[in-house]
DNA sequence: AACCAGGACGTGA
DNA sequence: TCACGTCATGGT
């Protein structure tokens, strides 16, 4: 068990290479020599994010990317950016009508700007330095972030080693028989914690190989066994 | 023109 | 605990 899901992380790396998660808009904005095709996207830079307002915005985008397509929250990132360049003590004093109007292209914008305004009050709680790492159960614990964007804010936002599981986790594991029908969200991390280096690189980079490969071979009603990682385990290759 | 997207919450059993 | 409805815009 332990080698596979390695081999499978080397398999969908050498197939995409490297990812270059979280997508950053304001890294973009601010290195010109970063192609505007890159989308935000910095492959094998891991030292992003690199101040206190990027870190925010991987917070926000992990917010507003809930059950929704990143395209769409670029949109609603960039909407933001203009009003107030993605800073939390601005955010604050912002309107929440104002707010809503910004993020509407990414959907569900009254329960997403009422988290963004909650989620504001917590992050400017931190300090500026951010040199107080927020717990799991802590994020947890705000209204409106839920396991995912909790995993996804520490492993990307705080650089904490903890595996991110989405619905494209659950989907590709369960076709691969690796885990039951119904298993749960913590089950699914623990799986991947308890097999893999405890390693932010990994971690970082197999969850978006994860969400690369599904959009290819796991969206609803395709038929999973086109999947190549299906094909390699009927063969009994990987 | 239905159907889905990098979920989370509230409710009732 | 668990299954199900709700939230909402913009892609294919």
Redesign the pocket.
């Known amino acids: 068990m332990n080698s596979r899901l390695v081999n499978i992380y080397r398999f969908l790396l050498e197939r995409y290479g490297k990812q270059g ?3 950053l808009i304001q890294h973009r904005r601010q290195n010109p020599l970063v192609k505007e095709s890159d989308r935000g996207y910095h492959p094998e830079n891991y030292d992003l994010p690199s101040c206190h307002d990027e870190i925010y915005e991987i917070c926000l ?3 507003l ?9 670029e ?1 609603a990132l960039n909407n933001l950016f203009q009003l107030n360049n993605l800073k939390p003590d601005l955010m604050q004093k912002a309107e929440i009508e104002v707010i809503k109007e910004a993020i ?10 009422k ?1 963004i305004k909650i989620f504001t009050e917590y992050f400017v709680g931190l300090g500026l330095g951010c040199d107080k790492i927020p717990t799991r159960d802590e994020l ?1 614990s ?11 804010m520490l492993l ?1 936002a705080f650089k904490v080693p903890t595996f991110v599981v ?3 986790t659950m989907r590709i594991f369960t076709n691969l028989n690796f885990i039951r029908e ?1 298993a ?2 913590n089950e699914v991390k623990r799986l991947f914690e308890e097999n893999l280096p405890k390693d932010l690189v990994i971690y970082q980079e197999y ?2 190989l994860i ?1 690369e490969h ?2 290819r071979f ?4 395709s038929d999973y066994r086109n999947c190549p990682i299906y094909q390699k385990r009927i063969k009994d290759e990987i």
């Open positions: 998660w979280w997508p985008g992990a917010i990317t809930q059950n929704t397509g990143w395209t769409q929250v949109v509407k292209p990414a959907g569900y914008f009254n329960q997403k700007a988290k947890l705000i209204w409106g972030v839920g396991p995912e964007t909790a995993d996804s990307y989405d619905a494209y119904n749960t969200y969850h978006a969400v599904s959009k796991y969206r609803r009603g």
